[in-house]
């Protein structure tokens, strides 16, 4: 599934071409979020690492409240990319074929992450003052945004291993959450914050009990902040 995802990317790019087509003089139709991704109620010995980042695309069109009103609603298509890196490891039982969390030690491993990626709708309320003389504007954006995973992996590097795996079920397959943006000209400051689980079932290995592993890590919700760009 991994190496399917430059393809839906670009059946995205190539779905939302009318939009590239469209010359909008003072609106948003395109919006590149970069972020740092962190796992809000995280369990007891979770360490996260700074290196964590997202990436998030989105084509939209609006509709103004009336003709020359500061207000619009707008609604699209996206793609989001999550990259947590942290110590916790997301396996696979061999035998079984159940996914299983391994905490490891950060003084073993080099690089530990997990990838999810979504297909996702975002609407959002917008607001915008009136633009300068060189028509820049102020953007105050609400909004809600609702995704299905298409892709996800872990990867776990060491340095006597490396391995990764794959379409990994342990994820809860739908997402949503709310987001804002507000800056000015092409730049933005953006926050998201996961009302979804990220995890909707873990198994544990190593005799560790499952309602008190699976039960902490299945609470884990995303929260993302960063820097966005708009055209």
Not at 13 to 20: D, N, T, V
Not at 162 to 176: E, M
Not at 182 to 209: D, R
Not at 219 to 229: D, E, H, K, N, Q
Request: aromatic share 18%; hydrophobic share 35%; no cysteine.
């Amino acid at each position: 599934m991994k190496t399917s995802s430059p393809l839906l990317v670009a059946l995205l790019l190539l779905g939302f071409s009318a939009f590239a087509q469209i010359k909008p003089k003072q609106e948003d139709w395109f919006a590149y979020d970069l972020t740092y991704d962190y796992w809000l109620d995280a369990p007891d010995g979770v360490e996260q690492s700074w290196r964590s980042n997202g990436h998030s695309f989105s084509f939209t069109d609006e509709v103004l409240f009336g003709e020359g009103s500061h207000f619009s609603f707008a609604y699209g298509l996206g793609f989001t990319s999550n990259n947590f890196y942290n110590n916790v490891s997301l396996q696979t039982d061999a035998n079984t074929g159940e996914e299983y969390f391994l905490p490891l030690s950060t003084d073993s491993i080099n690089s530990n992450k997990l990838t999810v990626q979504y297909i996702h709708v975002p609407i959002e309320l917008r607001f915008r003052s009136s633009p300068s003389e060189k028509g820049n504007f102020f953007r105050f954006y609400v909004g809600g945004k609702v995704g299905v995973r298409v892709n996800s992996y872990s990867k776990l590097k060491t340095d006597q291993i490396d391995l990764q795996y794959n379409n990994l079920g342990a994820l809860n397959r739908f997402f949503y959450g709310v987001y804002t943006r507000v800056g000015y000209s092409y730049v933005s400051l953006y926050a998201y914050y996961g009302l979804s689980n990220l995890f909707e079932e873990a198994y544990t290995n190593n005799g560790v009990s499952y309602n008190q592993l699976s039960g902490a890590v299945d609470a884990i919700r995303p929260l993302s902040v960063g820097i966005s760009l708009s055209l």
